[in-house]
């Protein structure tokens, strides 16, 4: 049997403008991949009637299923609603149960008077099924056409998703029968990929048609993801899982984790697994590493706080870091993070202690210290481990990759200690 | 005459399952943009032969500028360089400007020894012009057809904008003579996008066809984009302004900034034309607004530092919230964002501080304290001001909407008190 394809169209003139940065299709194709149907081709048009138009043309001829999100707001660039009511041959109608939502929504939970522009979202092309949308006033639409599904969905990321996960994807589970798709995916840190590409050279040499290898290199660490399709779910699955014990295999000198997962989380796994805690102190990365400790759920388990010393006079205070050494040494130095480590290890009372401190541009360079110099120091109770890194890039990848090599080190050090 | 407009295809199977976001092509229109050059289509295909073959095809009927980013690592799911070699009737042959390049970056830089797959990434087609990529190994690859200009440049964002910026983009400036695009934008907050519509319906009614109005809602702020293109400068920019300063006029009451920056630059930039100071104490953001803080340039000017008390223990600990109000009206309180700004207002001696606790989900909640639930609190060395929220959205937007809204109170107490 055939494989069942969707296309995804995002409509709007920000994404032609790069004034926005289109996070609905990657999360729309995840949502696909795990029901089994693949993702064609993705397209961005501009709020113009014409490309619009040739987008659903051209999609069609491409794609069982076409979504499309974006352009369905109550303002006058958003021209998606009447385009798909005149492509789908209809007229507008008042729907009374959208109707009924958005006056819900502005008498009871946004407590203002609702204005002509917010009943209009009720409007629909009679050609369409309504798509109720909890989390917002406009309504998803689905049309059919010649066995082909086409569901139109607002821009706005918590919106289509909830459109997505309540009515599209049980509707497309139960119309197709997409057999299975899987993957499975390993996070390395610490080689390159051309390197890690000649490790597994024979094992991906030997690798059966229909399992896939894929390489993705990001910020000092390359996630490696197989995936296979098929029919037969359990034999999909058997197949997956040997190859990837193999890889596994293959690469466990420098695995993180044998999960799609980023490092933060990798590492709070572990945490959590040994029941044991984490602070840090952070300089150049701001409270970067904080933030990436706390913005998975369950964190409170394991991270119990930071001090961001942006200032000199903030380490001096709170950290303990003598006055002397910033004044010689300076603040980026071995024994200026030491101190740093070891002061909100005590202060937090926790197992481990990460800080950092360096120069992430594009200011602050010195002859000695230029952009790009950053000490890390990982402490535990015996221990202080620490690192120079020297990177050559802009601020923000600075700080990621800053804050990635922190947090694998003190992976590194849970991993030495369990 | 006709606008010039470009393609962006990009490459990769992870963009079709969703694994990674495509951040390159919003950062390419950006740019071309600048220079008069308008994007047409988006297009993102997976790593196969005949999907990219297609692509090219139709996107050369769309634009006269093929932009093409991905596929070109040394792996061997990397395919988009023999295709284009045979798309463009060329034969492979080594680069020797590029083998030295590789050369010396694995003998200088990595300090490794090169294998052959790296010395691989000097070959290119014959047919192409080499594009230098200094930040990385492999090159850019220029071609033209019958007028049509395709660039192929590597998907890792930082070698990619290396590529254009000192490659193509002079490169495109000097071939099409392209007239100039101008955007102007304000960022607005505290007003719905329909409101605001409805609040400026005069203005935008009254807009030349040449000038094109956009809402871009985000986080509870919504920007609004004036769009102008022509082919005298001079012109241009005058209508431009004309309209943006009656936009700016319209909406005075929900300005946060005449520029396009996001809140935390705006606020920033009040600061430092105060010569002030802040500082955060957040629990349930943890270091999220710390971050937004000091990830632009120059942000030591202005910001000094941070305690993220996640832990209970650090607010008693570090910030002086009493033990007694913990176990009564609890961390997430009125009270105890209160004593958390005055607290780190003082020890980091700053102009203005921010504390804010909540409940961001999914776990955490109480029957009287909801999911969602977040008090903030602004100081300064007269007042503190707070203000409660709910929001209702995933731990991760829970997070954004609570920094934006944190941030806008002390843009609010910054310009009250200027």
């Known amino acids: 049997m055939n494989k069942t394809y969707a296309s995804i169209i995002t409509i709007g003139d920000e994404l032609l403008i790069g004034q926005v940065v289109d996070t609905n299709s990657s999360w729309i194709a995840q949502e696909l991949n795990k029901i089994g149907i693949g993702v064609k081709h993705r397209v961005a048009v501009g709020d113009n009637w014409d490309d619009i138009w040739e987008a659903l043309d051209e999609e069609t001829k491409k794609a069982s299923i076409i ?28 729907d009374q149960p959208t109707l009924d939502h958005v ?10 008077t609702m204005i002509e522009r917010n009943a209009k979202q009720a ?21 059919e056409r010649a066995g082909k599904i086409f569901v139109a969905m607002p821009g706005v990321p918590h919106e289509m998703k909830w459109i997505m996960s309540n009515h599209v994807l049980p509707l497309l589970l139960k119309r197709f029968n997409t057999g299975f798709i899987a993957h499975k995916t390993l996070l390395t840190a610490g080689i390159g990929e051309s390197f890690l590409a000649e490790l597994i050279k024979d094992f991906e040499e030997a690798l059966p048609s229909e399992v896939k290898l894929a390489y993705l290199p990001n910020y000092g660490m390359v996630r490696l993801r197989l995936t296979s399709w098929g029919m037969d779910q359990n034999n999909l699955n058997n197949i997956l899982d040997n190859h990837f014990n193999l890889l596994k295999n293959n690469v466990k000198d ?60 903030i380490k001096e205070r709170m950290l ?24 909100v290890r005590e202060i937090m009372q926790t197992d481990y202690a990460i800080a950092v401190s360096g120069i ?25 481990i620490t690192k120079s890194f020297h990177f050559r890039f802009d601020r923000r990848r600075n700080i990621e990759l800053t804050a990635t090599n922190a947090l694998n080190m003190l992976r590194g050090v849970i991993v030495d200690n369990s």
């Open 320 to 343: 303990g870091v003598p006055h002397e050494m910033l004044m010689t040494v300076g603040a980026v130095s071995e024994e200026t993070v030491i101190q740093m480590a070891k002061s």
């Open 67 to 94: 979504l499309i999100t974006g352009g369905l707001g109550p303002t006058a660039d958003d021209i998606t609603k009447p385009l798909l009511c005149k492509y789908f041959n209809g007229k507008m109608i008042v």
């Open 123 to 143: 409007e629909v092309p009679d050609t369409c099924t309504v798509l109720k949308n909890e989390r917002g006033t406009a309504p998803g639409m689905l049309f």
């Open 254 to 313: 420098y695995l993180v984790i044998d999960e799609d997962l980023p490092m933060e989380a990798a590492v709070g796994k572990l945490l959590k697994a040994n029941n044991q805690t984490v602070a840090t102190a952070e300089s150049c990365t701001g409270g970067y590493i904080a933030h990436l400790l706390s913005v998975h759920p369950g964190s409170s388990s394991f991270f119990t706080g930071t001090v961001v010393s942006y200032a000199n006079i």
């Open 360 to 384: 992430m541009g594009p200011d602050g360079a010195t002859e000695e210290k230029p952009v790009g110099l950053v000490w890390v120091a990982v402490a535990n109770k015996n221990q202080v």
């Open 103 to 112: 006056t819900h929504i502005f008498n009871h939970i946004l407590k203002r």
